[in-house]
C-alpha cells in the first residue's frame, strides 16, 4: 500500500508555551471556533486546512476506499464540517477511546451521505 504524507492533516498548533488549563482553553476554542493564543491556530483554521486536504485526496482518489490519519482535534473539525452538532462535548467523549475510528461515506466525491464511529473495543 501507498502511504503519502500530507503535512495538512496535522493537529493544530496551539502555542510555544505550555497550556496549564487545557481543559479550558478546549472548551473556549470550541465555543468559538476563531479563539486562538498567539501564535496558534483556531479550530476554524485547522478544520479549513483539514476540509481542502481531505477534499484534494477526495478528488485525487476518487471512487476508491482511502484511509485518513490524523488527530483526534483535527478529526473532530472535519467531523464537525459535516455534522456542525458535533461540539465540545462530542470532543470530550472521545478523548479516552483513542484511536478514534470515523468512516466517512462520500457520494460525488465531495458529498458526506454518512458518518460513523467504530468502537475497537
Not at 33 to 61: M, P
Given at each position: 500500500m501507498?502511504?503519502?504524507?500530507?503535512?495538512?492533516?496535522?493537529?493544530?498548533?496551539i502555542e510555544?508555551?505550555?497550556?496549564?488549563?487545557f481543559?479550558?482553553?478546549?472548551?473556549?476554542q470550541w465555543?468559538?471556533?476563531?479563539?486562538?493564543?498567539?501564535?496558534g491556530?483556531?479550530l476554524?483554521?485547522?478544520?479549513?486546512?483539514?476540509?481542502?486536504?481531505?477534499?484534494?485526496?477526495?478528488?485525487?482518489?476518487?471512487?476508491?476506499?482511502?484511509?485518513?490519519?490524523s488527530?483526534?482535534?483535527?478529526?473532530?473539525?472535519?467531523?464537525?464540517?459535516?455534522?456542525?452538532?458535533f461540539?465540545?462535548?462530542?470532543?470530550?467523549?472521545?478523548?479516552?477511546?483513542?484511536?478514534?475510528?470515523?468512516?466517512?461515506?462520500?457520494?460525488?466525491?465531495l458529498?458526506?451521505?454518512?458518518?460513523?464511529?467504530h468502537?475497537l473495543?
Amino acid at each position: 500500500m501507498e502511504i503519502n504524507i500530507i503535512y495538512d492533516f496535522r493537529e493544530r498548533k496551539i502555542e510555544s508555551d505550555w497550556i496549564e488549563d487545557f481543559t479550558s482553553f478546549a472548551k473556549m476554542q470550541w465555543n468559538d471556533f476563531t479563539y486562538k493564543l498567539s501564535d496558534g491556530e483556531c479550530l476554524q483554521e485547522v478544520q479549513a486546512r483539514n476540509i481542502l486536504a481531505l477534499q484534494q485526496v477526495l478528488n485525487k482518489y476518487a471512487g476508491k476506499n482511502i484511509v485518513v490519519g490524523s488527530h483526534g482535534t483535527a478529526l473532530s473539525t472535519v467531523v464537525n464540517y459535516y455534522d456542525p452538532s458535533f461540539g465540545y462535548h462530542d470532543f470530550e467523549r472521545i478523548k479516552n477511546i483513542m484511536p478514534w475510528i470515523v468512516e466517512f461515506v462520500f457520494y460525488e466525491n465531495l458529498k458526506c451521505i454518512s458518518i460513523k464511529e467504530h468502537d475497537l473495543y
